[in-house]
T-cell receptor, first 113, second 112 residues
Framework: GAVVSQHPSWVICKSGTSVKIECRSL??????MFWYRQFPKQSLMLMAT?????????EQGVEKDKFLINHASLTLSTLTVTSAHPEDSSFYIC?????????FGDGTRLSIL | GENVEQHPSTLSVQEGDSAVIKCTYS??????FPWYKQELGKRPQLIID?????GEKKDQRIAVTLNKTAKHFSLHITETQPEDSAVYFC???????????FGTGTKLQVIP
């Protein structure tokens, strides 16, 4: 149980385009979803926390207009990287929880050319 | 906010030996301390967690200890095996909300 699916797993796109990443809880209803960014050989940095039906709470230093988060249902949250640039290239991981601990998706490797 | 420090950053042990990873946290309000294992390119997986009303928790070869007064917690892996090789992250946060702050990670290598 507690499976979190993240899609796509890898995306390469040109600078200036927008990229949407989906995070789904497959077998439970996620009241809270988290979005992290992980640079190579570094820790997971929390970007934002989203609760179903309400606006996401962004961590300090994360541009909310750059990283749009939508949590429209109890099983789906999306992260859209708008007008992506090479410095946005990173590994993005979501996690979801109901009442227990967080369960992570497989991550999305984003490469901006 | 919470600040979590983790040591060592890399750790090599011989198969069968024990491995210990230590973390400290800064926010006395934190009461939930999970540990995650992340293999290369894969998702972090929860391996054990502990709450502040407990000083020690054990699950087969893995144990975690917590010193709330000193704001220290540690992961102990006994009888290490090559498949234990991975990056381990500690984290600290509040149990009710489950928002946690991660440590910087420890790359564990178990040498056969």
């Amino acid at each position: 149980g507690a499976v979190v699916s993240q899609h796509p797993s890898w995306v390469i796109c040109k600078s200036g385009t927008s990229v949407k990443i989906e995070c789904r809880s497959l077998d439970f209803q996620a009241t809270t979803m988290f979005w992290y960014r992980q640079f190579p050989k570094q820790s997971l940095m929390l970007m934002a926390t989203s609760n179903e039906g309400s606006k996401a709470t962004y961590e300090q230093g994360v541009e909310k207009d750059k990283f749009l988060i939508n949590h429209a249902s109890l099983t789906l949250s999306t992260l859209t990287v708008t007008s992506a640039h090479p410095e946005d290239s990173s590994f993005y991981i979501c996690s979801a929880r109901a009442t227990g601990p967080q369960h992570f998706g497989d991550g999305t490797r984003l490469s901006i050319l | 906010g919470e600040n979590v420090e983790q040591h060592p950053s890399t750790l090599s042990v011989q198969e069968g030996d024990s491995a210990v990873i230590k973390c400290t946290y800064s926010d006395s309000a934190s009461n939930y301390f999970p540990w995650y294992k992340q293999e290369l390119g894969k998702r972090p997986q929860l391996i054990i967690d502990i709450r502040s009303n407990v000083g020690e928790k054990k699950d087969q070869r893995i144990a975690v200890t917590l010193n709330k007064t000193a704001k220290h917690f540690s992961l102990h892996i006994t009888e290490t095996q090559p498949e234990d090789s991975a990056v381990y992250f500690c984290a600290a946060g509040e149990a009710g909300y489950q928002k946690v702050t991660f440590g910087t990670g420890t790359k564990l290598q178990v040498i056969p």
